[in-house]
């Protein structure tokens, strides 16, 4: 006489279970590279917009000494003087016809981005002190140079 069978087998449920799980951590992956690359664009578009706020603010009478984010804020030059990426930023004056914005606390990838984004607005981009990206450091800076 034959048994008949119901149901699933435990092989069955543990290869559901597998599948699933792959599809929620490439789910995940997907939505993290998105969101990495959203939040990259908007921290860009943020900075240029920033730098063309202060060149047009200062450029004609020279930018002043006491250049920085809390100045600019208090011109209206920004709409936040949260730091657009990294964990913090500053704007300060180099000569009277250039000044920096500096952005720091970007991780390795963060830093490779800016470093290699090309920018109309900034005439020179440098990494950290020596021009390169710290891998495995959530310490590492970007300077642009705005003239």
């Known amino acids: 006489m034959r048994k008949e069978e119901s149901g699933r087998s435990l092989i069955e449920i543990i290869g559901v279970m597998a599948i699933g799980t792959i599809m929620i951590v490439a789910g995940y992956r997907i939505y993290d590279n998105v ?8 921290a860009s578009d943020t900075l240029e917009d920033v730098a063309k706020k202060t ?34 930023w ?29 920018t109309d607005w900034a005439t020179n981009i440098k990494a950290n002190t020596n021009n390169k990206c710290s891998t495995g450091s959530n310490n590492n800076s970007i300077e642009f140079t705005v003239q």
């Open 35 to 42: 969101n990495q690359r959203q939040t990259r664009m908007i």
């Open 90 to 118: 500053s704007v300060a004056k180099i000569n009277a016809n250039s000044f920096k914005i500096t952005v720091s606390g970007l991780s390795y990838d963060e830093c490779e981005y800016f470093k290699l984004k090309k």
């Open 55 to 88: 060149k047009l603010l200062y450029e004609l009478s020279g930018y002043p000494d006491g250049l920085n984010i809390t100045k600019l804020d208090n011109d209206g030059a920004l709409s936040s003087t949260k730091t657009p990426i990294g964990s913090d």
